[in-house]
């Protein structure tokens, strides 16, 4: 199990580096996000009600005065809120790659099943960009309402088999099995150097969006599976390996979280559990004494005013 603590380690100076190498290794030389101002970002709205998030960036030019060579290619861009759609099929399905690790299973029919749930769910894109490819999913699903799914069924045996926590997982196996209907799967998969300032407004967005669906939703069955009393999250973190000493304890976060919201959930969830995954990404020196594992957080439904409100202030802290 993860011991929970009070601060917010990703957001420690060691791990705040950490986030800005990882950045600058990411397509350096494409039009990507660059870094914003901690000035609240101007939105606006697209005629589907989705928020427009202008974030203002000045465009850094090959000729410009800065010595500073990383910068080059760095343009603006806005970054814009849409409802899930099929033709976003092949840029979720990048995103959810590595969803559970390099596990084989039914990706196809999940990322059909995320991009079905119109109502509730966001992608973020580059504001009329030709590319159109997604940066972000996030969504939930209801892990009873759609249990027949073979995608499902697959993905609730791989959180058990990772699982090696006895008192958690007989837990589990209740939740995932006769308490499914009350269990949202929280699905949240972006590039890594999204900017932070659009967390707060996309995750009020899925929130808000899930709330609606429990009165707008056209049946009675469909809007009890939007009546969540739970959320598992399946993501990623760096934990420190083969510690030499107290000195390089004290140096160094013993764990990074890579989405900072992870670090609200933990604090927040009722439980955690991480495990060994086959798969390793290239990592930055910085990290040459991490591991990349998984990590499972079960969080109450009504923990999540609380993780609102926090993210908010992690971010206009940052």
Same mark, same amino acid.
């Given at each position: 199990?993860?011991?929970?603590?009070?601060?917010?380690?990703?957001?420690?100076?060691?791990?705040?580096?950490?986030?800005?190498?990882?950045?600058?290794?990411?397509?350096?030389?494409q039009?990507?996000?660059?870094?914003?101002?901690?000035?609240?970002?101007?939105?606006?709205?697209?005629?589907?009600?989705?928020?427009?998030?202008?974030?203002?960036?000045?465009?850094?030019?090959?000729?410009?005065?800065?010595?500073?060579?990383e910068?080059?290619?760095?343009?603006?861009?806005?970054?814009?809120?849409?409802?899930?759609?099929?033709?976003?099929?092949?840029?979720?399905?990048?995103?959810?790659?590595?969803?559970?690790?390099?596990?084989?299973?039914?990706?196809?029919?999940?990322?059909d $099943?995320?991009?079905?749930?119109?109502?509730?769910?966001?992608?973020?894109?580059?504001?009329?960009?030709?590319?159109?490819?997604?940066?972000?999913?996030?969504?939930?699903?209801?892990?009873?309402?759609?249990k027949?799914?073979?995608?499902?069924?697959?993905?609730?045996?791989?959180?058990?088999?990772?699982?090696?926590?006895?008192?958690?997982?007989?837990?589990?196996?209740?939740?995932?099995?006769?308490?499914?209907?009350?269990?949202?799967?929280?699905?949240?998969?972006?590039?890594?150097?999204?900017?932070?300032?659009l967390?707060?407004?996309?995750?009020?967005?899925?929130?808000?969006?899930?709330?609606?669906?429990?009165?707008?939703?056209?049946?009675?069955? $469909?809007?009890?599976?939007y009546?969540f009393?739970?959320?598992? $999250?399946?993501?990623?973190?760096?934990?420190?390996?083969?510690?030499?000493?107290?000195?390089?304890?004290a140096?160094?976060?013993?764990?990074?979280?890579?989405?900072?919201?992870?670090?609200?959930?933990?604090?927040?969830?009722?439980?955690?559990?991480?495990?060994?995954?086959?798969?390793?990404?290239?990592?930055?020196?910085?990290?040459?004494?991490?591991?990349?594992?998984?990590?499972?957080?079960?969080?109450?439904?009504?923990?999540?005013?609380?993780?609102?409100?926090?993210?908010?202030?992690?971010?206009?802290?940052?």
């Amino acid at each position: 199990m993860v011991p929970r603590r009070g601060r917010l380690l990703g957001f420690s100076s060691f791990a705040r580096s950490l986030a800005r190498v990882q950045s600058g290794r990411m397509l350096r030389h494409q039009r990507r996000p660059s870094p914003v101002s901690k000035s609240h970002p101007k939105t606006l709205y697209t005629s589907s009600g989705k928020t427009v998030v202008d974030h203002s960036l000045s465009k850094t030019s090959k000729h410009s005065e800065s010595s500073h060579q990383e910068d080059e290619g760095f343009v603006q861009v806005d970054f814009a809120f849409f409802d899930p759609k099929p033709k976003d099929f092949n840029g979720v399905k990048i995103l959810l790659q590595t969803f559970l690790d390099n596990e084989e299973w039914d990706l196809t029919s999940f990322v059909d $099943l995320v991009l079905g749930q119109t109502r509730v769910g966001t992608i973020v894109k580059v504001e009329e960009d030709e590319d159109d490819s997604p940066f972000s999913i996030l969504s939930a699903i209801n892990l009873g309402y759609h249990k027949e799914h073979k995608c499902i069924k697959e993905l609730k045996e791989y959180i058990l088999r990772v699982c090696h926590e006895l008192d958690i997982k007989d837990n589990l196996k209740v939740l995932l099995g006769e308490q499914a209907q009350n269990m949202g799967l929280l699905v949240s998969q972006r590039v890594v150097n999204l900017p932070l300032q659009l967390l707060p407004p996309l995750y009020d967005a899925l929130f808000d969006e899930i709330l609606w669906a429990t009165e707008d939703e056209p049946t009675e069955e $469909l809007r009890e599976s939007y009546r969540f009393k739970y959320y598992i $999250l399946v993501s990623r973190i760096y934990k420190l390996q083969n510690k030499k000493s107290k000195a390089q304890e004290a140096c160094s976060e013993s764990t990074i979280f890579i989405k900072p919201e992870d670090e609200i959930f933990h604090k927040l969830s009722l439980w955690s559990f991480t495990f060994s995954l086959c798969t390793q990404q290239l990592a930055p020196h910085e990290l040459r004494n991490y591991e990349l594992m998984g990590l499972v957080m079960l969080v109450k439904e009504d923990s999540i005013p609380t993780f609102r409100e926090e993210l908010k202030s992690l971010v206009e802290e940052s």
